[in-house]
């Protein structure tokens, strides 16, 4: 009995799952209701989604969601957030709570396939990576071994920290703990030799400690995390403003065009920028997206270009300090790379 | 009659003497209290240790070394971490609290429409208190405000949305002010229908008698994280998109639902405890069921239950952090969030955010405990010696 019970409420969730998901047009309701709902992270990152002392939100992930409205109504605050914890993001963008996800969520093959999203843009390249204290004199985290890692249990850090000492033939002793916070003053205490998670993390837990100069991050990425925004599945026009909308943060630090010097590149003689801003007259870009034509200006005007809104929110004008690394322009090393607007 | 002639009886009584200097003044007190056998001293030495080990460091923490302005991290940093303090210092970090203080009390409540919010407290308050002191008249018609027009007034003002109030949604919710609607709210519904569900268990027909154990027994068994997680995550899927129901109101209903089966239980304890002769003197009196339980049972029950259902309530009021697990940010929750924010992230925040929140959580468990000792005292005159 209670078997047909448990397969009867899976398959009214699945048909639940199928209405929700079926032919949806995201942009006609955004359009509609006139404001982007953004599923944010509330809480535990830095730098990614927090509201400061006057209730406005902030963070690189924001920033996403302040370009997509900025994109379909120029204006970045017809964005209503929604601050989501790691368990129910994913059935709040099912169940069509949100419109978007940009809750530094990692792309990965289930989540894109299984769970019904759909992935493009990545707007933050993070990876799991060690933190240590300078006086061990330690440069590379292959140089840990015999070391004593605090980590936090239940992750896929912990796995993928098993998984890199065993590949590289090194022994550590895993100090594990329940709760992040934990682990923290463990390792602010002196329990153990290096701190593992993710490097964005790093650079926030950094902060907590007593001398955050006594630290160092070091280089090693064991991880692939790449971290972007999620729409749902079967919408293609939907996922495409989305995409775009980061891609022209992208482009525009590509070509220069940073928010103090935007009206004046309208007046550019490059055909290149002159069509991504929207003065070229016969480019119809912005209207095969379903936006207005001054959608890549609306973005840059008000939320700026991806390298700007990094070092705000992460970077040198952030108390985070992140460097650029994976997330500098393909052009200078790094990963970020839009496609060509034209 | 002469007045001598038994000289040998007292007509007038020796003034009293003090008593001696040993038993009345502090050494006296001090010697019964605190040193009347070489335990009770061991005892006392070794909690004056542990408070004169305890106290000085935590007052220079919480007050003397702590930073009380400020308006960004660097107001809380050591010179080693950037900031201006000495090295080696912690102490905590009223800046932050401060600064973060209208946040913590109303979440991301739109800053140009807080006299909403203010003026439902000033209501709330100025109905709650003459409920709360005995002499004041109107009882009746005062908790009928209290209970009734309070909260629809509330829900207009708080909400928006006629007589041309700007709409806030209850996302935008939070705080102190999210902990104190849902304890409200469960406090205000689950007492009635703890009542009915508690004399529903006692009664003879079988129907309502299984439904009300059903009910309370399958309440009890879901722990109330589940509830509210299920309600948040599972509701949706079902739902029609767009037809979502508040996630305000699903922690809403959730809650009155579990404060109701537990009261129902603390009632029931009540109502067992009233010998058999009192049901059996209402029903000789001729009194109809809802007669007798009203004026006969009920008091007698609810009287001896008091510490019972404050004990609910306090539990209750705690439990409110748990919507956190469903992203609606009550008091714990948006003082936790805000340790996300980089501009204030400080090795001492978090420990000054918490216990600013123990604080808070505190005082009103600590007033309603108070007030519950004393309706206890003045209803209790019957069983006191």
Known sequence: ?342 | MTTNSMTYVRDNFIAPEAPPLSNASVIGWMRTNLFSSWKDTLLTLLAAAAVLYLLPPAIDWLFISAVWTGVDRTACLTVDQGGQLASGWSGACWAYVGDRFEQFMFGSYPRDLLWRPLLVVGLFVALLTPLLIPRVPRKGLNALLLLVALPIVAFVLLLGGPFGLRHVETTLWGGLMVTLIISFVGIAISLPVGILLALGRRSQMPIVKMSCIAFIELVRGVPLITVLFMASVLLPLFLEPGNNIDKFLRALIGVSIFASAYMAEVIRGGLQAIPKGQYEAADALGLNYPYKMMFVILPQALKLVIPGIVNTFIGMFKDTSLVTIISMYDLLGIVKASFGDSGWITPVTPLTGLIFAGFVFWLFCFSMSRYSAFVEHRLDKSYQR
């Not at chain 1, 509201?51 to 920033?63: A, E, H, I």
């Not at chain 1, 964005?79 to 792309?107: C, H, M």
């Open chain 1, 1 to 342: 009995m209670a078997k047909k019970i448990v397969t009867a409420l899976a398959g009214v969730a699945a048909l639940g799952i199928g209405v929700t998901t079926a032919n949806a047009d995201t942009l006609s309701d955004v359009k509609a209701k006139g404001f982007v709902q953004c599923g944010v992270n509330g809480s535990n990152l830095a730098g990614f989604g927090a509201q400061d002392s006057s209730g406005n939100w902030t963070g690189l992930d924001v920033d996403l969601c302040k370009a997509v409205a900025a994109a379909i109504f120029g204006d970045v605050s017809k964005v209503k957030y929604t601050p989501l914890s790691a368990k129910d993001r994913f059935p709040a963008l099912q169940s069509g709570e949100i419109d978007l996800l940009s809750r530094n969520t990692t792309w990965s093959i289930s989540r894109d396939s299984q769970l019904g999203f759909d992935f493009r843009a990545v707007n933050y390249y993070d990876g799991q990576g060690f933190m240590v204290r300078k006086e061990l004199g330690v440069k590379s985290a292959l140089e840990l071994s015999g070391a004593s890692v605090c980590v936090q249990s239940g992750t896929t850090t912990e796995l993928n920290l098993a998984d890199y000492f065993r590949a590289n033939n090194m022994d550590f002793k895993p100090v594990v703990f329940e709760a992040q916070d934990e682990a923290d003053a463990a390792y602010n205490a002196g329990r153990c030799d290096a701190y593992t998670t993710d490097a964005s993390g790093l650079y926030s837990i950094r902060l907590k400690l007593g001398n955050p100069d006594d630290h160092m991050v070091l280089p090693e990425i064991i991880s692939k995390e790449p971290l972007g925004p999620a729409v749902r599945q079967n919408d293609s026009r939907w996922l495409d403003i989305v995409s775009w909308s980061y891609y022209a943060m992208v482009a525009a630090e590509e070509f220069g065009i940073t928010q103090a010097n935007v009206d004046e590149m309208k007046g550019s003689d490059n055909p290149d920028i002159k069509r991504f801003l929207g003065e070229e007259a016969d480019s119809t870009i912005g209207s095969d997206l379903g936006l207005p034509k001054d959608w890549a200006y609306q973005i840059v005007k008000s939320v700026g270009n991806y390298g700007e809104s990094f070092e705000r929110n992460v970077g040198q004008g952030s108390p985070l300090k992140i460097e650029r690394g994976l997330n500098a322009l393909w052009t200078k090393g790094g990963l970020q790379y839009a496609p060509p607007v034209r």
